[in-house]
C-alpha cells in the first residue's frame, strides 16, 4: 500500500498544469494501463499456444489427481471458462468461488471438453472464499440461485442469461441500424397513460430540497399525477412523425397483482415506430424480418450458450430457432383463430367466444400446437383493442397484430395507428378519455398527418423463447414482481 | 379503402394454416415489402442522378419563382433534407408541415447548397397542415420549440439532437464492445438507495387488480418501500463480480427541487464497472478513453449536425471537441484544486475550501479557465464521497475522481470500489447506514472479492458538451423536472 501510495505520487500527482497549457500525461506508459487482463473467450479465440497469458477469474471447480490438479477459471467471458494445469500444492490454497490471477503458458490440451489448457507458473489469491460460499459445485434449483441474486451470474445457467441479453441487444440495434432507424429515449415518468386503463404504479417525490433558492413549495414534485410508462408508444409516434423511423428500448411497469411465471413488474420493452407505412402487410413483414434477423444474429453469437440450454432446459429449442430464421411466419385473422380455437380438440379453461381477449392458454395452443411455430394473429375486434389503433375499413376491426410463438404466447403486438383526426378524436371519446389530456396526441393529425404504425416486442418474454427458462424472473438480473423487490 | 379490404382479403386472409404445416406466405411479393421508400439521407448518400425515386417527408418551405417552384422536404434522416423542383400550379397546393410523397428524377442541382435535387412528377400530399402550425419557417426559441415538444423534431435543431443521441449511443456501445464489455440491465425500481440519502422518488402502487386469484392483498405492492434508482451502480457491481466489464445504459432519478438549467428529475447515464481493476489511473486512462473515441465517433457520423451546432450555438464547439479527441486530459489532485482555485483571480460565490464539496462554478473554473480542456480531479476527501468508494492508504481520502470538462463542469463521476471486507463495513457504520440492508452487497467481498472500479456518464451533460446546448432540457426529448412534466 506504501508503495502503492510512492507511485501515485510520483507518476500521478505530479502534474503541472498552467495557463500556458502545458499538460503532461499522469501515466507512465500507456501500454501499462490498457485493461490488465485480455478475457479468457479471447485469449481461448486469439492466441496460439505457447504464448504466455494472465488471467484473472473466479475457480469454478478443482479436481486434483496423483500428481497434478486442475481447475477450471471463468471470467463471465464464455460458458466454459478455462482449464489451468496447477501443482496439487498450488491447488490446495484454493477453493471454488475464490478470485485468482494467473500467469502462465497456453498449451495445447490432452483432454476432452477444450482445445487449449493454461499450464500455470503463477497464481495468485485476489479474494478468498470460505466454505459458506452459497455457490458450490452443485446442482442449484432455479429458485436457490433467484434467492441469490447477487452471486447468480456466477452460475452457466445466469452467466450465459447475461451474454444472451447482450448479444440480443445488439442484434436488434443492428437491425435497426442497418434499416436507418434511430434510437430514441422515451420517458419513464409520464402524466399520460397509453393504454387507456391498467395497472400503473403512482409515483412521489420524497425528501424534497426544501432550502434550494428555487425549490418550488408544492404538495407534488410535478403538480400533476404522474405514473411509470407502460409503454414508450405514444411517445415514440411524436419522434416518428419528424425522424420517420424510430425505436425506443427500455423499462416499462405494470403493477400486476398476478403472481405467475410469465409476469414481471418491470421488464423491457422494445419499440419501433414507422412513418410511411400504408397496410399491415407491411408492419407484418417487417417484424418477421426484425425477429428473423435478429434470431439468426444470436445464434450465430452465443451458439455455446444456446447449445447450453438446448440440452439443459428444452431438447427442441434449436430446432425451434432454425425454424423460426428459415420459415415464414403463419398468420390468422382473429376470427380464423376463434374458429379453430372453437373446434380445436382440447379443453380450455376459458371458452373461446368472439369478442373476447385471447387467454394465454389461446395463444400457446394456436402457436404451439396449431401452428408449430410463430403465427401472426391479425384484425382484433376494436372494442378489446386501445383507442390508438387503425380503424378497418370495416368498421368493426382494427389493423393490428399479435405475432404469438410456442411455448410462450404473445411476444409481439403491432398495429397501425389511427392517423384521421376525426376518428381517433371518436375513439378517445368511446374510451371515455379526457380529449384535452391527449391534444398533442390529436396534433400529430392535424399538422401533417401521416400513415405509420409500430409493434413492440417483450425483451424478457423474446429471452424466454430463445433459452427455453420457464420463468420470466429468471432471464432478468433483479425481477420485480408483486412481494418481490430484493436489492 | 374498399379497395384496400379487398386487397388484404385476398392476398392476405387466405392463408390455410393446418397440423400438416401446410403455410402459405401472406404476401404477394416481398419485394413490395420492404419498407416503402428509402430515406433522403440515404437516397442523396447512396443514389446516382437519372434515377426515379420516391421520398416522403414533411414540407419545411416553399420558395416560388417565376416558371418553378422549390419545396424543401426533410423526413429526418438528415438535417438538409431534399431540394424539389415543382410546377408552380403542384406547389400552389402544398403548405409548411404538410407531409408528402413524392416521386421524381434525380437530377444534378444547378443551384448552392446541394449537389442533387428531385424533379418531381407525382406529388400526393398524405397530410395537410393548416396556416396555424406553429411551426412556420421562422426563428423560434428554445422556450417555444420546448414547450411544443410533441412538433420539436421537426426543427432544425432538435432533429440534429435526436440524431447525436442515436449516434452517441453507438459510439458508447461500440466502445463498449469492442473492450470486450456485456451490456447489462440494472432496476429502476430499487429497495437500495445508492448514494445513501439524497433525493428519491418513492412509488405506490395504484389500482391494484383486486380479482385475479394470486393477488397478494396488501397496503403495499412490493411489502417494502421502493424507490426509483439514483444509479445502476450496485447492481452493476453484482454483474461485474461474476463477468468481469459491464456497462448499464438507463434513466436515473433524482427528486432535485432545483429549477436549474442543468438539473433534470430524468436522465440517462452510461455506467461500466471492471474487475481486476488495482490502480486509479487504469480507470482515468480508460475513462480518457472511452470519452475520446466516443466523441471522434460522433464527430465522424454527424459531421452536419456538428457543424450545425458549431455555427448557431458555439463558435468553438468543433474546435473544443477535436481537443477533446486528440490531447491528452490534464489531471489535478483535489487538494491541488482546491489550492487553485484559492489562488484564483475570480471571485466565487462560495469560497473553496479543504474538505468541502466543489461547486459548478469551481468545476467550471478548472476546465474551462485554468485548463481549458478536460481535467481529472483526484482523490477528494472521504467525507464528501460515498460509502462505497476505495479508501486511499493515507486514510484520509478515496481513490475517486470527477472529470470536468468546459462550460459543463462535472461530465464523469469514478472510483475505485471499497473491495475490503471490514473497511467496507466501517464505511457503513459511518454513513449510519443499516449493514442488513447491504449483506449482498457485503458478501461479494466475502465471496471471491476482486479489486475492481467504475465511472458514470451523464448521458444529457455529454449531449451539452457535444452540441453547446446550454439548457438540459433541449437535449432530451421529453425533459421531467420540478412542476413539469409534460406529454
Redesign the interface.
Known sequence: ??H??RA?RK???R?S?N?L?S?????ST?RD???????I??ILESLAINNEVEV????RSIRTQKNVSFANVN???SLKGLQVVLTNDEAKKLTT???V?MRGILAKSPGDGQSKELQAHYVEI?????ST??LQKKYHSMEFLRDN???R??SNTF?AI??I??TA??GF?NFF?K??F???????????DCEGGG????????????T?????R?ED????P???TVSGQL?AE??A??????FTF??V?R??????SRHL??F?MLEAE?????????L???TERCIRETTRYILDGCTQDIEFFDQRMNKELIARLENTTN??F????YS?AIDILSKANQKFEHTPKYGCSLYSEHEKYLATD????P??I?DYPREIKPFYMRV???GETAACTDLLVPDIGELVGGSLRE?RYDILEQNLKESNMIQENYQ??L?????????HGGFGVGFERYLQYLTGVENIRDV???P?A??????
Open positions: 500500500m506504501n502503492f501510495l501515485t507518476h500521478f500527482f502534474v498544469v495557463f497549457h499538460r503532461r500525461r499522469y501515466f500507456e494501463l490498457a485493461l490488465p487482463t485480455k478475457t473467450k479471447s484473472h477469474g473466479w475457480i471470467d463471465g467471458s468461488g475464490a478470485c490471477k485476489l479474494g478468498e472464499c470460505d460460499y452459497p441474486s447477487h452471486l451470474p456466477r452467466g447475461v451474454r441479453r447482450n441487444v445488439l440495434q441500424q434499416n436507418e434511430f434510437q430514441i429515449h422515451t420517458p419513464i415518468i409520464t402524466s399520460s395497472e400503473v404504479f403512482k409515483i412521489s417525490a420524497n425528501r424534497p430540497k426544501e434550494t433558492e428555487n425549490f418550488t408544492k414534485f410535478f403538480e400533476m404522474v405514473y411509470l411517445h411524436m419522434l412523425c419528424a425522424m420517420s423511423r424510430v427500455g423499462p411497469f403493477a400486476e397483482g398476478s403472481l405467475t413488474a418491470e423491457w414507422i412513418a410511411c407505412l400504408f397496410k399491415l402487410e407491411e407484418l413483414y417487417f420459415n415464414p403463419s398468420c390468422l385473422s380464423e396449431y401452428c408449430r411455430g403465427v401472426f391479425t378497418n375499413s370495416d392517423e398533442w396526441y396534433d400529430l393529425r392535424k399538422y401533417g398527418t401521416v400513415p432478468i438480473p433483479f420485480r408483486a412481494s418481490y423487490c430484493k436489492y
